[in-house]
């Protein structure tokens, strides 16, 4: 029987499985030890906590809780995080109307996408980059301006530089925005520092460009000093945040935050209004009701010191197995959930993969994360869900896969 052939949209036809999805297919089986997942250990989560509140809101708000929600999303919850900015980055005077809450942050760079490419724009993005970012961006057709992030944070002199051949080619009106993860980005797990956030912002006032700042991570800060966030520096005119309470309340309430220009959420809203109306009012409501109760930023503590541990065994790990490796190195960041280890140069980590798989350890090779396909040597390990025995456990796992690659490729 013949297949029929669909009549799909170049859209549809340009879509593509994620890579991390087709890599950790087979990472839950009995034995595995995954470093690829970013999800946060189970532990951590509040589930005694929300569970009451759930029951409580459902018999006692039920109008509400099983009901449709506006499309900028519940007006408790909203008040909370205007709370949480004031706390978290001291980002005061703002209103309801500066804020719009999202189907987890996915959702909002699918939005930002929407309300801001057009096919053969132009967006500044890092190498390595967040894989679902540029899945978002590119559903758009963006031309994508790629800059080395380096141990600081994105190259600003490459960003520059690119930027002014855009502008000498009389298309600066096309480059939408500058996208960069600020604090432990993923993949890598840097920090962009505080000189190179007023850079941004320098670049952005004198081309007339937004920067989006993605801040997942920030509050799982568990060394170092806080640095200032580019929207704190920029303001609602320069700068559109991006945040979510997947990291730190728990992923399943699917809660994301945008934060920028009362135009720009306004827009964002009539998007969102053609893509799912409202965000469910159930979970709105419960992390409202949570945020009210709980001092989540107390309530954390607990698990940023628990990931603290984990990353330095990590890096312990790493030191142990592949420290005689000359020319391979990897951060040490001081917070968020990844480490970012790059092998000596020549080396594929996507090629390495197999003979990882046939370890049963599991890791991100770096391609995932290049705006355009071109090999890397590096990898993104995650050290929140494992345990400490299975860190170790893997990365010896990993160092063994190592030395099977190199064999099979003659490399010294």
Not at 343 to 358: H, I, N, R, S, V
Request: contains cysteine; aromatic residues 10%.
């Amino acid at each position: 029987m013949k297949t029929k052939q669909h009549n799909f949209s170049k859209l549809a036809e340009r879509l593509k499985s994620s890579m991390i999805r087709e890599l950790l297919k087979y990472a839950n089986m009995p034995g595995a030890v995954s470093f690829g997942g970013g999800t946060p250990d189970p532990e951590t989560f509040p589930r005694h906590e929300l569970s009451k509140i759930a029951s409580e809101i459902l018999e006692e708000e039920y109008k509400y809780t099983l009901q449709y929600s506006v499309t900028e999303g519940d007006p408790q919850l909203i008040n909370q995080i205007l709370i949480l900015l004031k706390r978290i980055y001291g980002i005061e005077g703002l209103s309801h109307e500066n804020i719009l809450i999202t189907v987890g942050s996915q959702q909002a760079l699918e939005l930002l996408g929407k309300v801001f490419i057009d096919s053969g724009d132009y967006v500044v993005v890092g190498d390595p980059e967040y894989l679902g970012a540029i899945s978002a961006f590119r559903m758009r057709e963006p031309r994508f301006v790629v800059a080395k992030f380096d141990e600081d944070g994105p190259d600003i002199d490459m960003i520059e530089q690119k930027i002014e051949e855009i502008d000498r080619a009389g298309e600066i009106k096309k480059l939408k925005f500058i996208y960069v993860v600020s604090n432990f980005q993923n993949p890598s797990g840097v920090t962009t520092s505080l000189e190179k956030r007023k850079a941004l912002i320098e670049v952005a006032e004198k081309y007339d460009l937004l920067v989006v700042e993605d801040d997942p991570y920030g509050v799982l800060r568990f060394e170092g000093e806080h640095v200032p966030s580019i929207m704190k520096l920029g303001g609602t005119d320069r700068v559109i945040l991006l945040n979510t309470f997947s990291k730190i309340l728990c992923p399943g309430l699917r809660i994301g935050v945008v934060v920028a220009d009362k135009s720009i959420v306004r827009k964002m809203v009539l998007a969102k209004q053609g893509t799912d109306l409202c965000s469910p009012s159930l979970t709105m409501r419960l992390a409202a009701r949570y945020l009210e109760r709980y001092d989540v930023l107390e309530q954390i503590k607990p698990a940023i010191e628990l990931y603290r541990k984990k990353k330095n065994e990590m890096v312990r790990a790493l030191e142990n197995y592949f420290g005689d490796i000359k020319g391979t190195k990897w951060t040490n960041p001081n917070g968020g959930l990844f480490i970012w280890t790059t092998l000596p140069e020549g080396y594929d980590t996507m090629e390495m993969f197999k003979f990882a798989e046939q370890n049963k350890v599991f890791y991100i090779p770096g391609e995932a994360f290049r705006p355009y396909s071109e090999p890397s040597s590096s990898m993104r390990m995650s050290f929140c869900l494992p345990s400490v025995e299975e860190i170790h456990e893997g990365v010896k796992r990993l160092r063994t896969a190592f030395d099977q690659y190199r064999v099979s490729r003659g490399m010294k």
